[in-house]
């Protein structure tokens, strides 16, 4: 394996955050870059919007985190409420302002990312964005890849000197690759409502981030920066879950979180399924996988799209040592799996998968053991710092690292 021989563009399919993101950060060190995005054109939608200290510090070296702090919102606190009792753990990002220049997550819709990208890609000329073009198919050899995409029904073939794929769970890069996509799919569904209802008023020292334990219905409050969203799980048995989006359905669940005499404006409503699923390898020669192409989990704890982050700048170094140094690509990208798949992705997957049973214990003694864990934790300060840290995907990204 060796380095391009000439300086083909990386190919990129998919301009979510991370292929946005290592777009970006290639295109700052002067290497080609061809962007492809099936979309006519950038999305707006209800999808990730929180970005822990670790994602605001590599998107600090983009000069992106001042447009970003610019339209978010700062939390520099969370909380674990228990609905029964009453009971709040509350842990103080201020704790880690030692650890770190954003002691606090930022609260943004993922896609005000992207546009800010979008806004400052075409000031490359090395760097070619491609909207409407979906990829469909690729070829590799010894000099690089050839890839297929489809415009306007027609056929467009480029070639670059590999192929990376950030285009989501269902990655058509991933499928072209024949690589597994390993793990499962819960079998109930999560319901999203988004509401303008001031919930920081009626609820005493809200904080902007809330997982709400019940065991009757446990959800989670969270803020982003235009407005308050409301997470449930639904019942896996229903054979009807559309009924679930229905005005009666989600002005029920919202009242019975907080009950009022008129009924909620709702913004948007969303019900989707929820995996956890990891590739079985990231890597196939000059195909590398990034993001959820890569792995998905389910949103508690707000890992997916940071780990997607995460992937793209470690990704973005070795593309950049291969490029400018002329290293040879092989053992970078086999160092790119092993610290991606084998370390931070065990991290995030064991993680979401754990607070996903603890969200959903009906048992109320085991309720009550885990609130009255997360209160002790919060009181003492050592102990606080140490699972902010952890949560804050700190730890993982250290221990990746290392290897």
Same mark, same amino acid.
């Given at each position: ?19 946005? /993101? ?20 950038? $999305? ?18 983009? *000069? ?21 009792? *009453? ?13 770190? %220049? ?37 070829? =590799? ?16 073939? @480029?070639? *670059? ?16 690759? /024949? ?96 995996? =956890? ?26 890992? *997916? ?5 995460? %992937?793209?700048?470690? @990704?973005? %170094? ?12 092989? $053992? ?16 995030? =997957? /064991? ?48 221990? /990746?690292?290392?290897?």
């Amino acid at each position: 394996m060796q380095n391009p021989a000439s300086p083909l563009p990386v190919i990129i399919a998919g301009a979510g955050p991370a292929g946005s /993101s290592l777009a970006l950060a290639l295109a700052q060190q002067d290497i080609p870059v061809i962007l492809l995005e099936k979309e006519l054109s950038l $999305p707006i939608d209800l999808r990730a919007s929180t970005f822990h200290p670790p994602s605001l510090e590599m998107l600090s070296g983009l *000069g992106v985190t001042d447009a970003m702090l610019a339209k978010g919102l700062k939390v520099d606190r969370y909380q674990y409420r228990d609905r029964k009792t *009453g009971e709040v753990a509350e842990f103080d990002m201020s704790l880690i302002a030692k650890d770190t %220049d954003f002691p606090f997550r930022l609260q943004l819709e993922q896609y005000e990312l992207t546009h800010i990208i979008g806004e400052r890609l075409p000031a490359y000329p090395h760097v070619k964005v491609k909207m409407g073009h979906r990829f469909v198919s690729y070829e =590799q050899n010894a000099q690089g890849v050839v890839v297929t995409a489809e415009h306007q029904g027609q056929p467009v073939v @480029l070639r *670059g000197s590999f192929l990376i794929g950030c285009d989501g769970a269902s990655s058509q890069v991933r499928k072209a690759a /024949s690589i597994g996509y390993e793990g499962f799919t819960y079998d109930e569904k999560f319901l999203v409502v988004s509401t303008p209802f001031p919930f920081e008023e009626v609820f005493e020292n809200l904080s902007y981030v809330n997982y709400v334990s019940d065991p009757d219905e446990w959800c989670v409050i969270l803020r982003t920066d235009k407005i308050w969203r409301v997470l449930w799980p639904t019942d896996p048995t229903c054979e009807t879950p559309e009924q679930y989006l229905e005005e009666d359905y989600v002005q029920a669940r919202l009242q019975h979180l907080y009950p009022k005499d008129t009924p909620y404006e709702i913004g948007h409503r969303t019900l989707y399924n929820v995996h =956890q699923r990891v590739a079985a390898q990231y890597v196939k020669d000059r195909v590398v996988l990034v993001g959820d192409a890569a792995h998905i989990n389910n949103p508690l704890g707000g890992m *997916g799209m940071n780990g997607g982050l995460h %992937d793209a700048f470690n @990704l973005a %170094d070795k593309l950049i040592r291969i490029y400018q140094q002329g290293e040879d690509y092989g $053992p970078l990208f086999a160092t790119y799996e092993r610290q991606r798949k084998d370390l931070a992705v065990e991290f995030v =997957q /064991s993680h979401t998968i754990a607070n996903k049973k603890l969200m959903e214990a009906t048992d109320e003694a085991v309720q009550k053991q885990r609130q009255q864990s997360f209160m002790q934790t919060a009181a003492d300060p050592v102990k606080a710092r140490e699972f902010i840290l952890e949560r804050a995907m700190f730890t993982c990204l250290r221990d /990746s690292l290392a290897n």
